[in-house]
């Protein structure tokens, strides 16, 4: 079954998640299938591209899928990770793709909905970013998404309680461009892309591109870049990593060590 449904229509691309049972867990064929979908958007030209739940959903994605983590040893988001991919496709992508999210947003699927160019949510739109509940080590693509999005007090906030943030803080962070009532988002989110489209495509396009590399010029030195990814192997090779699938598999709460 595809996990994701698409359609096309006005130039504007729509990607609903369709992984309902497992609460639209990002696994690698949900991913594959939505790089897939942008792939087709960017031959048709979109404008602009809405990547959603279905209406009323109360959990817009829970995050990758737990049991596609890796074992202790390998990174759990390596750079051709499908996840990693389809962020890049998001941020590269030539028209402005709006996230309206309805519902939770957990872990994987945060970074996912950071890396659009716009959020539009509604009262019950949370956000949390959970790898201290797994005991692995988010990648500094992420972090950065989150840090950028969600201003640095709040990143570490998240990062360090792994609890979701309500709309109305990620509001007032600029997080969340807009909180809209949830019988109105799926009219005020196409108006909006409506509007994206009748102006100039490559004006847009070059915009998206400036803003993006401008947003991203922070220089890191290599030796700082190699400490990050020592201290990340020593978290995705920790016992507290297996401890952490292995609560969630068992539903309870995770017993971390620090080993
Ligand atoms: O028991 P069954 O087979 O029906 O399956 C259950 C859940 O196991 C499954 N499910 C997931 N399976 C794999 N990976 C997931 N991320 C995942 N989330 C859910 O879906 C079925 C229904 O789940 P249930 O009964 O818990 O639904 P609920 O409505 O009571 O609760 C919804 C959630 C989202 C609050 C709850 O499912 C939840 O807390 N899910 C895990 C959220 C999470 O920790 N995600 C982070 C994934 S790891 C990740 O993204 C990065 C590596 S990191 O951690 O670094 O950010």
Redesign the pocket.
């Known amino acids: 079954m595809k996990q994701i449904l698409q359609s096309f229509e006005n130039n504007i691309g729509t990607i609903t998640f369709n992984n309902d ?3 639209n ?2 696994t690698f064929q949900l991913l594959d299938e939505l790089i897939e979908a942008l792939d087709e958007f960017e031959k048709r030209e979109a404008r602009a591209v809405i990547l959603r739940a279905k209406p009323g959903s ?2 817009w994605s ?6 596609e ?1 890796p074992n202790a040893g390998e990174d ?2 390596s750079y051709n990770h499908p996840l990693e991919r389809a962020l890049r496709a998001i941020e590269g992508f030539p028209a402005p793709i709006i996230a309206m999210t309805e519902g ?1 947003i ?6 996912l909905a950071t890396v659009c160019d716009i959020i539009i949510g509604t009262k019950d739109t949370t956000f ?4 201290a ?2 005991g ?1 080590a ?1 990648n500094s693509s992420g972090i950065m998404h989150v840090i950028r999005v969600f201003g640095l007090h709040t990143a570490k906030e998240m990062f360090f309680t792994a609890k979701p943030i309500s709309a109305e803080k990620a509001e007032r962070m600029g997080a969340l461009n807009h909180l809209v009532p949830a019988e109105e988002i799926e009219e005020f989110t196409y108006k909006m892309a409506k509007a994206i489209c009748f102006n100039s495509p490559l004006s847009v396009s070059v915009a998206k591109k400036q803003i993006n590399v401008l947003a991203q010029s922070t220089p890191i030195n290599p030796s700082t870049y190699e400490l990050i990814d020592e201290l990340r192997f020593k978290a995705f090779n920790s016992k507290d990593f297996m401890e952490g699938k292995r609560a ?1 598999k068992e539903k309870r709460r995770a017993r971390f060590t620090g080993e």
């Open positions: 049972d497992k609460r867990a990002l109360k959990v829970a995050g990758l899928f737990i049991d983590l759990p988001l939770s957990w872990g994987g699927a945060c970074d949390a970013i959970t790898p509940r797994l692995v988010y969630f």
